[in-house]
Nanobody
Framework: QVQLVESGGGLVQAGGSLRLSCAAS????????TGWFRQAPGKERTFVAA????????IYADSVKGRFTISRDNAKNTVYLQMNSLKPEDTAVYHC??????????????????WGQGTQVTVSS
């Protein structure tokens, strides 16, 4: 069973950048596809990006395409989310998630049995 810990969140002005990290432990990280989701106050958790086990394929929500980049380093058991051109509407708690078995869309929260606690990202206007 894999454990996930996010870091890298913070307060940034609109147009700025942040890089989130998600460190995994307790499992063979290269066996897990991983995703990033976010949840704003009073709203549902929504898909941001996902990456396959070998990093051969990346998938993005339309709202972040061209601004965010997901990547992974299996040797370091870490997945990253580089966020550029941040907007106030990107403000949320960002969670990483992992799964060994792909039974539905990568954007479906129910695909992922393993979740981190989240890191807060706040973008000021």
């Amino acid at each position: 069973q894999v454990q996930l810990v996010e870091s890298g969140g913070g307060l940034v002005q609109a147009g700025g950048s942040l890089r989130l990290s998600c460190a995994a432990s307790g499992g063979t990280f290269s066996n897990y596809a991983t995703g990033w989701f976010r949840q704003a106050p009073g709203k549902e958790r929504t898909f941001v990006a996902a990456i396959t086990r070998s990093a051969g394929t990346t998938i993005y929500a339309d709202s972040v395409k061209g601004r965010f980049t997901i990547s992974r380093d299996n040797a370091k058991n870490t997945v990253y989310l580089q966020m550029n051109s941040l907007k106030p509407e990107d403000t949320a708690v960002y969670h990483c998630a992992a799964t060994q078995y792909i039974s539905r869309s990568y954007s479906d929260t129910s695909l992922y049995p393993y979740w981190g606690q989240g890191t807060q990202v706040t973008v000021s206007s």
